[in-house]
């Protein structure tokens, strides 16, 4: 089956600094979910990206999907976006669209 | 409004007891899944699931058992409890059954076995 590989596995950064998350794809994909999980556990939808281009606030992605990638940017960050981060696709062909999640990579901001 | 509500938030009970997790969302989405989030972490598919088509996953035991009265709940209903049922759970739904639709998801429900 496909393997999603997220890196790094654990990132701190200080309050203000920018830092980019990637998740790399072993096959081809036709939906691409990045979630933020927060320390009180909730799964927050951060960005539906098959392809392309997409920003919300301080926070944008990029997906290259024929080289299998995605990568999550966060700006100025802020303690607040603490807690991991989980990229999920559904493979091609995956009919039932079940999402295969990465390991995830988690963010600890300190002020 | 809460999109996909779980109850309830917490679950904590005796290896070989029978319990269930009730799952409702009002997006009028026809398709609702449940996820498996273990100890370090990592998310699983266990079902997903439309007014048409269960899909289980293979390594789901049969314990473990979806139940959808209609198309805005579907609980997850486990016998026989044991110590690796211990995880979170998550339910999240999406427009359609298919490859090209986002999915939202519950809040999770932290399951204990004593």
């Known amino acids: 089956g496909i393997q999603v590989e997220q890196s790094p596995p654990d990132l701190i950064l200080q309050e203000g600094a920018n830092s980019t998350l990637r998740c790399n794809f072993s096959?081809?994909?036709?939906?691409l979910q990045w979630f933020h999980q927060n320390p009180w556990g909730q799964l927050i939808n951060l960005f539906y990206i098959p392809s392309g281009t997409k920003q919300n606030g301080r926070l944008s992605a990029t997906t290259v999907a024929t080289e299998r990638y995605s990568l999550l940017y966060i700006s100025s960050s802020q303690t607040t976006d603490s807690g991991v981060y989980f990229c999920?696709?559904?493979?091609?062909?995956?009919?039932?669209?079940?999402?295969?999640f990465g390991k995830g990579t988690k963010l600890s901001v300190k002020p | 409004d809460t999109a996909v509500s779980q109850t309830p938030k917490y679950l904590v009970t005796q290896m070989g007891n029978d319990k269930s997790i009730k799952c409702e969302q009002n997006l009028g989405h026809d398709t609702m899944y449940w996820y498996k989030q273990d100890s370090k972490k990592f998310l699983k598919i266990m079902f997903s699931?439309?007014?048409?088509?269960?899909?289980i996953n293979e390594t789901v035991p049969n314990r473990f058992s979806p139940k959808s009265p209609d198309k805005a709940h579907l609980n997850l209903h486990i016998n026989s409890l044991e110590l690796g049922d211990s995880a979170v759970y998550f339910c999240?739904?999406?427009?359609?059954?298919?490859?090209?639709?986002?999915?939202?998801f519950g809040p999770g429900t932290r399951l204990t076995v004593l």
């Open positions: 999920a696709v559904v493979p091609y062909g995956g009919s039932q669209g079940n999402l295969i």
């Open positions: 096959d081809s994909v036709n939906n």
């Open positions: 999240a739904s999406s427009r359609e059954q298919g490859q090209y639709n986002e999915q939202f």
């Open positions: 699931y439309n007014n048409k088509e269960l899909i």
